[in-house]
């Protein structure tokens, strides 16, 4: 499966998401900014809160975002609705590179993926690279009909926060 998904308001960096073989999903999309400021946007708990959930869902938010972006460090993100009952997603960083790639564990299920992300410089724009690795042909499927739906808006997002933070 090969999707390409057009950004809204007919972004110039569409986003291809992409399923490869029976485990993984590939997303890329290329953004107008250099590899570190991407990877900022990334690691930096206060402006990752302002791209990651999706508009479009309304009434979920960020309630808290702990990112200790390093090899061995931890993540937790947990969501509410407003009420006392929260979503938390949490893991830790495998491999960081700053400016270059995160690998990241994603430990709240038995089906977690581990997601890497690579910043590729393209002559002061960004290659971002997206790709998850499930333990199962299942937990990819599930994924696809969730979380993976979400990726191309919080792309566009992210790309909607990068043209208004800079370098």
Same mark, same amino acid.
């Given at each position: 499966?090969?999707?390409? &998904?057009?950004?809204?308001?007919?972004?110039?960096? !569409?986003?291809? &998401?992409? /399923?490869?073989? =029976?485990?993984?999903?590939?997303?890329? /999309?290329?953004?107008?900014?250099? !590899? $570190?400021?991407?990877?900022?946007?990334?690691?930096? !708990?206060?402006?990752?809160? /302002?791209?990651? &959930?999706?508009?479009? &869902? $309304?009434?979920?938010?960020? @309630?808290?975002?702990?990112? =200790?972006?390093?090899?061995?460090?931890?993540?937790?993100? +947990?969501?509410?609705?407003?009420?006392?009952?929260?979503?938390?997603?949490?893991?830790?960083?495998?491999?960081?590179? !700053?400016?270059? /790639?995160? @690998?990241?564990?994603?430990?709240?299920?038995?089906?977690?993926?581990?997601?890497? @992300?690579?910043?590729? =410089?393209?002559?002061?724009?960004?290659? #971002?690279?997206?790709?998850?690795?499930? *333990? $199962?042909?299942?937990?990819?499927?599930?994924?696809?009909?969730?979380?993976?739906?979400?990726? *191309?808006?919080?792309? +566009?997002?992210?790309?909607?926060? #990068?043209?208004?933070?800079?370098?």
């Amino acid at each position: 499966m090969t999707e390409q &998904v057009d950004s809204a308001f007919g972004a110039q960096n !569409p986003t291809s &998401v992409e /399923r490869r073989g =029976d485990r993984e999903l590939l997303v890329t /999309r290329t953004f107008d900014a250099p !590899p $570190s400021t991407v990877y900022k946007a990334w690691g930096q !708990p206060e402006l990752f809160r /302002r791209w990651w &959930v999706p508009k479009t &869902v $309304s009434g979920i938010s960020l @309630v808290s975002c702990e990112l =200790d972006v390093r090899t061995g460090g931890k993540y937790r993100l +947990e969501f509410g609705a407003g009420g006392s009952d929260t979503m938390a997603f949490y893991g830790k960083y495998l491999e960081v590179v !700053p400016n270059e /790639r995160i @690998v990241w564990t994603n430990d709240e299920g038995e089906e977690g993926a581990i997601t890497t @992300v690579t910043f590729k =410089d393209q002559g002061g724009r960004t290659l #971002l690279t997206f790709q998850e690795v499930y *333990p $199962s042909k299942e937990a990819l499927e599930e994924a696809l009909q969730g979380s993976a739906v979400a990726l *191309p808006e919080q792309l +566009e997002q992210l790309d909607e926060l #990068l043209s208004s933070i800079g370098e």
